[in-house]
């Protein structure tokens, strides 16, 4: 099976704040549909109740979901430029997510600050392998070149990873496709370990810079990120998502949990 992202979102119809959805088995990760579809999902079901831009998605994710699943959104404020918006996500167990988008209309303003492009040493590249049963399904989907850093399970701690990556879709970009994109980096502490053990996202907020008003593409993005601390199985990364030409699009904060 390999269903496109564009299929899985097409699919997931959306109206008044509801949306149900079969979610196929190749974007799964382990027990649980893969963490940047969860919330992309979301983010879709959202979109039924809101128009204005997308600022920031808070994510906990609480149980592991599969097959069906279902969203429930309300509208908490509404206020002259922003609004917040609560979604809940269940499956057959009951509820498994909890995302709070805050949506919000660009103001004048005098203060600009942008990130600056980053500089990617030319280190041999290593393509991140989707190996059946070993690595998380969702990963055959993309095309993960690391530029910097170590692969997990390599046995060489790394406090940086630069991936280069690529969708295998026909679809356009959508604010749901850069959201699946900024969570496909694995936990930077796995690469310290040299055999497989499991990690998960606990908390994941990702904020979006502005509003994309470049032609993009769904190859070439980059994804920097630095693991910030570890300790007693816990850790923090953060991570900047930039397009095919280099702008930085979104910032990442995950709070992860290794089992090793």
């Known amino acids: 099976m390999n269903t496109q992202l564009s299929d899985v979102l097409g699919q997931a119809n959306a109206h008044d704040g509801h949306l149900e959805t079969q979610i196929p088995s190749d974007w799964m990760q382990g027990r649980t549909v893969y963490g940047g579809l969860q919330t992309a999902l979301a983010l879709r079901a959202m979109r039924s109740l809101v128009s204005s831009p997308v600022r920031c998605l808070q994510t906990t994710f609480i149980a592991p979901l599969e097959g069906l699943v279902r969203a429930e959104c309300a509208i908490l404020r509404a206020g002259k430029n922003i609004v917040q918006v609560e979604a809940k ?3 057959t167990k009951g509820l498994t997510t909890q995302i709070l988008g805050v949506f919000g209309e660009s103001r004048s303003s005098e203060v600009k ?3 600056q492009p980053e500089e990617i ?3 041999p590249v290593t393509v991140f392998p989707f190996l059946p049963g070993i690595t998380p399904n969702f990963t055959q989907h993309f095309v993960m070149r690391l530029r910097k ?4 399970f390599s046995g060489v701690e790394t406090m940086n990873a630069v991936y280069e990556l690529d969708l295998h879709d026909s679809g356009a970009v959508s604010e749901e496709h850069i959201t699946v994109f900024a969570d ?3 936990p930077l502490g796995l690469s310290a370990l040299t055999t497989p053990t499991p990690a ?6 990702l904020e979006f810079l502005g509003e994309p008003k470049e032609p993009m593409t769904l190859q070439r993005w980059h994804l ?5 601390a570890a300790e007693g199985g816990y850790c923090n990364q953060s991570s900047v998502l930039r397009s095919p030409s280099g702008h930085a699009v979104a910032l990442s904060r995950q709070c992860m949990l290794i089992f090793g």
Do not use: E, N, S
Not at 149 to 152: D, E, F, N, S
Not at 200 to 205: F, G, S
Not at 224 to 228: M, N, P, R
């Open 121 to 123: 040493a030319d280190d």
């Open 89 to 91: 996500l269940f499956g």
């Open 113 to 115: 600050v942008r990130l």
């Open 200 to 205: 998960c996202t606990l908390t994941w907020m």
């Open 224 to 228: 920097h990120t630095k693991l910030i």
């Open 149 to 152: 850093g170590a692969l997990p």
């Open 184 to 186: 496909v980096v694995p």
